[in-house]
């Protein structure tokens, strides 16, 4: 299925009408202090599927508004648009009771049909409806920033709008190897029939896998005392989000065609190259060094025609699931989150990083915005008590960044896992300077 169709059917999704409050009565028009709620995260939970094997999906939903949302007001609907099956469980569970920032996650098993196939999965939010009370004053459909005959102001159409999420779920062909360990030195190697590739050296490795739309997944690998172990993946090296005029912007990810490694006594390169989109080429360079816990990345995009360009997403990192923990069922019911923020050891705005067992894992970001007046957006963290998302992008405003045919942007990026690691602290050192 192609993804214009799968943007239209997900269109469809949100278009679909809602009614009631979750009191029975619409809020009053002067309401400030309403519940609101944001998805931090739908997709893989692991970032990315392998083979056959049923895939854990995970949602989180945030409550982000200024008052509490009472239970059974809103349920979640998981749908399977292209490559995937339901196996078994709830797929429209309801959503608990969340104070003012408090979050709860859902977990989904689902099944690929193939090997190769994409896969495509949305998520609805929508109110459930109290069929006792009728709301005529209020309509679910207006417009933001629009008032109704009954005084619904903007606030009150966030609570009453349903909203759906698309994720396309990068597929690997098969299942990722086991972890036996990295390099002895700073090496890179690149094996183009099979378009895997591999960089790192005596404490860290990368793994970059093909996926089945000819993307990449990378696999992070850190050597603790216990020996190498997985710290992590990256289950998209770069996403851009552009758009020609007189068009909405939607998400290019990367499309790897080729690769390239030159290596040092003192330091390996790897450079992947390929497309974001019709729009515009791009190259990823990552680079280590002897002795070092970290990856030195620079993501370089060069216009192809002249587009408008809204916001350059840096490689999402999925950290290792917190073994000391036990996952909650993947049969669609909710659990809440843990209401305190996790302690990110005070880290610089610049840097995203987890701290399991013995290892600290993450991503640093230059300061210096790749376009002017561009602002940096840390993305939500999602299921902080088990699967932490870690991830940046920088925006431009409403109207986006026009680049012509030629044109040339570049970020810098730092992917690191530190062994033998205390605390979360120790992710300070990663910060570019």
């Known amino acids: 299925m192609r993804l214009p169709l799968l943007l239209a059917v997900a269109a469809k999704l949100i278009a679909s009408p809602t009614a009631a409050s979750a009191a029975g009565q619409p809020p009053s028009a002067d309401s400030t202090a309403l519940p609101e709620i944001r998805v931090d995260y739908f997709g893989a939970e692991k970032g990315y599927a392998e083979g056959v094997n049923t895939v854990p999906i995970l949602c989180v939903v945030r409550n982000v508004g200024k008052s509490a949302l009472a239970a059974n007001t809103l349920r979640v609907r998981c749908y399977t648009l292209a490559g995937l099956d339901y196996t078994e469980g709830e797929l429209t569970p309801l959503v608990p009771a969340l104070a ?133 993946a990256a289950s998209s090296l770069v996403e851009i989000q552009v758009a020609a005029d007189g068009q909405l912007p939607w998400w290019r990810a990367f499309k790897w065609s080729q690769s390239d490694v030159r290596t040092d006594l003192t330091g390996a390169t790897l450079t992947l190259t390929g497309t974001c989109g019709d729009d515009f080429e791009a190259t990823i360079t990552l680079q280590t060094r002897k002795d070092s816990s970290a990856i030195d990345g620079k993501v370089r995009l060069k216009a192809r025609r002249t587009s408008r360009l809204f916001s350059i997403q840096l490689p999402r990192l999925d950290s290792a699931t917190d073994r000391s923990r036990p996952l909650p069922p993947l049969d669609g019911s909710s659990a809440l989150i843990g209401t305190s923020a996790p302690d990110n050891g005070d880290l610089p705005n610049s840097v995203a990083a987890a701290h399991r067992g013995m290892v600290t894992a993450g991503l640093s970001w230059s300061e210096q915005p790749p376009l002017a007046e561009w602002v940096p957006f840390a993305l939500p963290q999602g299921d902080t008590d088990h699967t932490v998302q870690l991830g940046m992008r920088w925006n431009s405003g409403e109207r986006g960044e026009v680049v012509l045919p030629g044109g040339i942007i570049e970020c810098n990026f730092r992917i690191f896992a530190y062994a033998p690691s205390d605390s979360i602290r120790d992710a300070r050192k990663f910060a570019i300077p």
């Not at 069929?131 to 309509?139: E, I, M, N």
């Not at 005392?225 to 997985?230: A, L, R, V």
Request: proline share 9%; no cysteine.
């Open 100 to 232: 003012p920032g408090q979050a709860a996650s859902f977990r989904w098993r689902l099944q690929p049909t193939d090997r190769s196939n994409s896969l495509v999965a949305s998520v609805l939010i929508t109110r459930v409806e109290d069929k006792s009370v009728r709301t005529a004053s209020v309509s679910p459909v207006v417009a933001p920033g629009t008032t109704n005959a009954g005084g619904a102001v903007q606030e009150i159409v966030k609570l009453y709008m349903p909203r759906a999420v698309l994720s396309v779920i990068p597929h690997l062909h098969g299942l990722v190897p086991p972890i036996t360990g990295g390099f002895t030195l700073p090496n890179a190697t690149s094996t183009p029939n099979a378009g895997s590739a591999r960089i790192g050296n005596e404490h860290l490795l990368l793994r970059i896998m093909p996926t089945a739309s000819h993307g990449a997944v990378v696999i992070i690998a850190a050597k603790s005392p216990d020996g190498w172990g997985t710290a992590g």
